[in-house]
């Protein structure tokens, strides 16, 4: 009887272990249908790679699955252009040679994987000193570009070191009620396209003029149109006949088009979100247009597609969590060039193509590049690249606001995106300081970060990122932070992001095009938000608006010619800056915010003035913090008690034309340096060398 007992426990054991092993199977094969879900589908090729890695290791005596999971994942490194993918393909090979489709797979995939990528014979070196909002011609003789010092469009020669202007401002005019923008030149470097933008009419215009000297022709308008916000040239067609262009709509919608040079008609060929491609190049044979925009209205990282001009068909052709963005084409059109930064920094990439499709994986032809602002690449193979240089850093001063004395030498603390950090703003608790940083440095389609630094552990933990912001403020609570600026969709207005998360929310959006003004901040008890707009009474001056943010009810403060908003400490005052426009007068004024009239604390006369981003309140809120300045170059900082007493200069070296940040201890100033925005050309050659060696 016993033995029975025992063989029938026996035997349900087994049956129980045989569920089991089967239940397993069956959830590792719902594993990999979910990976592939996420690789094929959704895109996300690091989530998937975890996936197919989890499938791997749970696979256990099912070779067949661990084998075809190691293929999948190989093939998502390959996508990335990750060498990983060749050695998950010889692990396929050498440890599972019974699966002799998965061995057929990476052997096939083995014949097209990219090489271990090292810097290849590319050098990249200085060109000029000049603006970078045009592109090369195809012999590399000619570069168009826009003189700030008049607005005019000009063409720069390499061959002789000149510049001549092709457009009618007067020499040192300054680019004030007209101006040109983007350009591009013709291949044959004999005519250029430009953006033009005239105030008085208050719109853009495409327009043409020819290079050559001795040319008689004036410009030529060849396309505008009222319900377009902008309009650029970025490349022209090998025939000449046709000009790439994007245009932004007053919907928020930007369209990728064709402008005929002949008669000047517009052929929408995609419409896109506000954000919309950031380079168009034509294809060498003039079939194709390469372009990198956003993967979705969510996103600020670029992708590479190829469109054909005829409409017919659109491919992904770069697709990665990383940012990518268009270079230019091989002179015979057989690869794409684009720069990523999906190895840690900015470097050249390239992907066969052939009859309108790619072919293999992205492999690396230089690890790291001086811009990935491209100005095209010439019939020689030469890359000509746009850089903007500057040295905008985060500083910190202590100083002792009673007797001026500085306490100890300034320090730039924040040491990433080191030259694009600015407007800081000190952490309630005083541990931490948000900034603003510029993510990728290219005039167009830039991705802005706002950065948190820690003062305990030195590290920058990224925070939003937005196209466009231009100011950060901590919320009294320290869980969220009050921004100003644009959205991914195009959307001016004050925007609320998570402290943690980074997730952001529009709080008031703005129906006036382009203004990005608001320059939000806190009422005391994070109750209240004051913020800027322009008046509508047509006199050119500003209104202050009160928000609820519970209910949204807003009321209007004050207005007039008024500058930037800085909250008295108890929540009863607005300190801003004004400007006399008859005398030139700056003026410290105190606006009551519960009503009443204002008061001036402090009056500068003309030349000097008082600068409209620094009224800071101390934090006890007897005195304001403001600059001083003394054109052309003075800049001081003075503390003005707001009850008559005698302003006190502090010995702190300031540039001018920044905001600052007080610390919670009340002697610590934080603030940005200011340099003047530099721009150079760069070229890269040696690229066809490098092609040639390629698979």
């Not at 000149?162 to 007067?170: A, E, M, P, Q, S």
């Not at 509508?536 to 943010?549: A, K, L, N």
């Amino acid at each position: 009887m016993r033995a029975h007992l025992y063989a029938a426990c026996a035997i349900l054991l087994l049956a129980r272990v045989a569920t089991a092993q089967q239940k397993t199977t069956l959830d590792v094969e719902m594993e990999f249908r979910a990976a592939q879900q996420k690789e094929l589908v959704d895109g996300d090729l690091r989530g998937a790679i975890e996936k197919y890695r989890a499938v791997v290791s749970q696979a256990g005596s099912n070779r067949a699955i661990a084998a075809k999971a190691l293929v999948r994942m190989a093939e998502c490194y390959q996508k990335q252009g990750d060498t990983e993918a060749r050695r998950l393909f010889e692990r396929v090979i050498r440890e599972y040679p019974e699966q002799q489709e998965a061995v057929a797979l990476a052997q096939a995939r083995l014949k097209g994987s990219p090489r271990t990528p090292v810097d290849s014979g590319a050098v990249v070196r200085k060109v000029w000193a000049g603006d970078i909002l045009g592109t090369i011609s195809g012999d590399g003789r000619r570069l168009s570009f826009t003189d700030w010092s008049s607005g005019n469009v000009a063409v720069h020669d390499f061959a002789s070191g000149t510049d001549r202007t092709l457009t009618g401002n007067k020499p040192g005019s300054g680019a004030r009620n007209a101006f040109a923008e983007e350009s591009a030149v013709s291949k044959d470097g004999k005519q250029v396209a430009y953006t033009w933008y005239d105030d008085n009419a208050r719109r853009y215009e495409l327009r043409i003029v020819n290079v050559e000297s001795g040319s008689t022709n004036p410009p030529r308008l060849l396309f505008h149109n009222q319900d377009q916000t902008w309009i650029a040239p970025w490349d022209w067609s090998p025939d000449g006949k046709w000009l790439a262009v994007t245009a932004s709509r007053k919907d928020l919608t930007t369209q990728l088009g064709l402008v005929s040079t002949v008669d000047g008609s517009f052929r929408v060929l995609k419409s896109t979100g506000w954000s919309g491609p950031g380079k168009v190049f034509f294809s060498p044979n003039g079939k194709y247009l390469a372009f990198d925009a956003p993967a979705t209205d969510t996103t600020v990282q670029h992708d590479i597609f190829v469109l054909a001009v005829d409409g017919s068909r659109e491919v992904p052709a770069v697709v990665h969590p990383s940012d990518d963005l268009l270079m230019g084409w091989s002179p015979g059109g057989t690869h794409l060039l684009f720069a990523s930064d999906r190895s840690g920094s900015f470097g050249l990439w390239a992907l066969a193509f052939d009859d309108g499709k790619t072919r293999g994986a992205p492999f690396l032809i230089k690890s790291s590049i001086e811009s990935n602002w491209s100005m095209g690449v010439t019939r020689d193979g030469a890359l000509y690249l746009g850089t903007s240089t500057g040295n905008t850093n985060v500083v910190v001063a202590s100083v002792d606001l009673t007797t001026g004395k500085e306490l100890a030498p300034s320090a730039q603390p924040i040491q990433q995106f080191v030259g694009s950090n600015a407007s800081p703003d000190w952490s309630p608790d005083g541990k931490q300081i948000a900034f603003i940083a510029t993510r990728e440095p290219r005039p167009r389609n830039r991705a802005q970060v706002v950065g948190i630094w820690s003062r305990e552990t030195g590290t920058v933990r990224e925070n939003a990122r937005l196209p466009y912001v231009n100011s950060v403020k901590w919320n009294p609570d320290g869980r969220s932070l009050l921004l100003g600026g644009k959205d991914s969709k195009g959307r001016s207005g004050i925007f609320l992001a998570d402290a943690q998360s980074g997730a952001v929310t529009p709080v008031a959006l703005t129906s006036l095009e382009n203004f990005v003004g608001h320059f939000p901040q806190w009422s005391p008890d994070g109750k209240k938000i004051f913020y800027r707009m322009p008046s509508m009474d047509g006199s050119g001056g500003s209104t202050f608006i009160e928000r609820d943010v519970a209910t949204g009810r807003e009321r209007e403060v004050s207005r007039g010619a008024l500058g930037r908003i800085s909250v008295s400490p108890d929540g009863e005052w607005i300190a801003t800056i004004t400007v006399d426009s008859s005398t030139k007068a700056s003026s410290l004024i105190l606006i009551p915010i519960k009503g009443g009239d204002s008061r001036t604390v402090l009056r500068v006369a003309a030349p000097q003035l008082l600068g409209v981003l620094t009224a800071t309140w101390t934090r006890d809120g007897r005195a304001l913090i403001v600059n001083k300045a003394s054109p052309p170059s003075v800049n001081e900082l003075w503390v003005v008690p707001i009850d008559g007493g005698a302003p006190r200069k502090l010995d702190v070296a300031f540039p001018g034309r920044t905001a600052i940040s007080l610390h919670p201890d009340g002697r610590q100033l934080a603030f940005n340096t200011a340099v003047e925005r530099k721009t150079e050309v760069w070229v890269l050659e040696g690229v066809l060398s490098s092609l040639a060696s390629k698979p």
